[in-house]
């Protein structure tokens, strides 16, 4: 059963003052951030957005877009918190709390809760909404266009959900990590409960009471149509689409339900007196002792789905479009597809070796493969697998030189898949390979800052060598700065033209950058 509400929202502690001459130190350690080389290229461009008073500037508060064009953070004043946006205060208060301000998807709205007095509420672009006894901690979310705004507050005892404007909807309990918009933020869905009983609430309408809902099976169709969820009911389990329940069953997979790309196609796994099945639409599979749960899955524009059985001790996917081998063990989460869908592939277990299948045939063996699998958009692909105490990059059947360690979230393909890059360690340096070709050594990568533009003609990357942090584009580093961030939600970008774009700092000032290619 799902648990009750925690408690309301908590206010961000009151940081340690730090001098200024500490200010970079402290944006290392909670951005990871630094400063670069001067090696500066012609045509960069700097542009001033605000300065940060050091001594006032509250540790794990800045939040920016992916872009850089909005940004917020949190100044001690005080005894009081000063909320900034895009360099411009919009409000002082008692207290801010944790884990805001944050972002809408889209990087154009802000919102925060603030205390004064005894009484909380939220600050959304700017303007105050209504006051509560509480507003609920982690419950706020914002729909996907960024235009919509729920959260779950208590008032008089109850708690009750606040959509925009509205007045607040009000039950005996509501589960604060529940709330969901549709795709397109047309609809908003929620569990509350009345009692022992367990409901689902879309828009106005309350659904029926169940004994129980399953874990994570509420939410949308990709075309935001249906809505959708497991049940259970007088010893049965079944699915529920837009109020209407379907067929039932002993059981239902948690976290087991996936939709086509559509919308039109559903399927989920169910237990029946002869075993587990998966159920889709209006047919189910044969039946099987065992389902994984985190195979189910629709490739990019297919209408069957794929996913993984076991029995007797072998585990195989379940394909539509071709037969798959079996293996002692699917590897867990590894099961990947091409942006396109035409290819799948996973890791898998095959006697005392690691195996690479792709497209439903062994491509490679190795000692260990510890993934990921990443496919281009033309269907190349690289793994990376373990020799040793060491690791290299498999890219299809070319294997890579041996490193001490791949960074893992790095391995990235160009958009035609015509070329390929990666970061590794080697003792205590860290390079980048881009086609076979070593840049570095250096003493580390930053997160997140790794990629090609969207055209494939640059990549770009932010490092750190010998205390000073720099942007590399197509190999040649960028002007120095007191930091760069990439945490935040803020990331280095690279266009078309071969520009970087990120944020920096230089002192106090805070600086969005345009580094250009010569």
């Known amino acids: 059963m799902p648990r009750r509400l925690a408690g309301a929202a908590r206010p961000a502690r009151r940081p340690t003052l730090v001098a200024p ?42 939040v920016a877009s992916a872009d850089g064009a909005t940004f917020a953070y949190v100044l001690q004043t005080g005894e009081r918190h000063t909320v900034v946006v895009n360099g411009r205060s919009v409000g002082t208060h008692e207290a801010v709390f944790a884990g805001t301000p944050r972002l809408s998807p889209d990087g154009r709205h802000v919102f925060y809760v603030a205390q004064d007095g005894e009484r909380q509420f939220v600050v959304r672009d700017g303007l105050r909404q209504p006051d509560f006894d509480a507003v609920v901690q982690g419950s706020p979310v914002w729909s996907g266009d960024g235009r919509r705004l729920a959260y779950v507050v208590r008032q008089n005892g109850q708690p009750c959900v606040v959509v925009d404007d509205a007045p607040p909807r009000c039950h005996q309990e509501v589960l604060r990590h529940s709330l969901r918009f549709s795709p397109d933020g047309a609809r908003l869905a929620y569990l509350a409960a009345d009692g022992k009983r367990l409901f689902v609430v879309d828009g106005e309408h309350e659904g029926r009471r169940y004994e129980g809902i399953v874990e994570g099976s509420l939410g949308f169709a990709p075309d935001g149509r249906q809505l959708v969820y497991g049940a259970e009911a007088d010893g049965a389990a079944f699915v529920v689409v837009d109020g209407v329940e379907r067929k039932r069953y002993l059981g239902l997979m948690a976290g087991g339900m996936a939709f086509s790309g559509d919308g039109r196609h559903l399927a989920y796994g169910a237990l029946t007196e002869r075993g587990w099945v998966v159920a889709e639409n209006d047919r189910e599979s044969p039946p099987y002792p065992s389902l994984l749960a985190d195979t189910l899955r629709y490739p990019p524009r297919a209408v069957r789905p794929v996913y993984g059985v076991a029995e007797a001790g072998e585990q195989w996917l379940v394909n539509a479009d071709r037969a798959e081998p079996r293996f002692a063990a699917i590897q867990k989460g590894s099961l990947s597809f091409s942006p396109d869908g035409r290819h799948a592939g996973y890791l898998a277990q095959d006697g005392e070796r690691s195996a690479v299948v792709v497209d439903g045939q062994v491509r490679s063996r190795h000692a260990s493969v510890v993934g990921p699998l990443v496919f281009a958009a033309n269907g190349r692909y690289a793994v990376i697998a373990r020799t040793g105490t060491q690791e290299r990059v498999i890219v299809e059947r070319s294997e890579q030189p041996l490193f001490d360690h791949i960074l893992r979230d790095t391995l990235s ?62 190999g040649r580093a960028g002007p120095p700065f007191d930091a760069v961030i990439t945490r935040g939600g803020a990331r280095l970008r690279i266009d078309s033209q071969g520009r970087a774009h990120f944020l920096a700092t230089r002192g106090k000032r805070l600086l969005r950058v345009t580094q250009a290619v010569p």
């Open 413 to 474: 393909f160009n958009a035609d898949g015509s070329r390929f890059a990666y970061a590794a360690q080697r003792q205590d340096s860290v390079v980048v390979v881009i086609d076979g070709r070593e840049e570095g050594p250096y003493d580390a990568l930053l997160d997140h800052t790794l990629g090609f533009s969207d055209d494939g003609r640059f990549l770009a990357y932010a490092v750190r060598r010998g205390g000073e942090y720099f942007a590399v584009v197509n």
């Open 21 to 62: 001459l500490l200010f970079v130190v402290g944006l290392l350690a909670l951005l990871q951030v630094g400063c670069s080389v001067d090696d500066g290229l012609a045509g960069s461009e700097e542009h001033l957005l605000g300065e940060i008073p050091a001594s006032q500037w509250l540790p794990g508060s800045f």
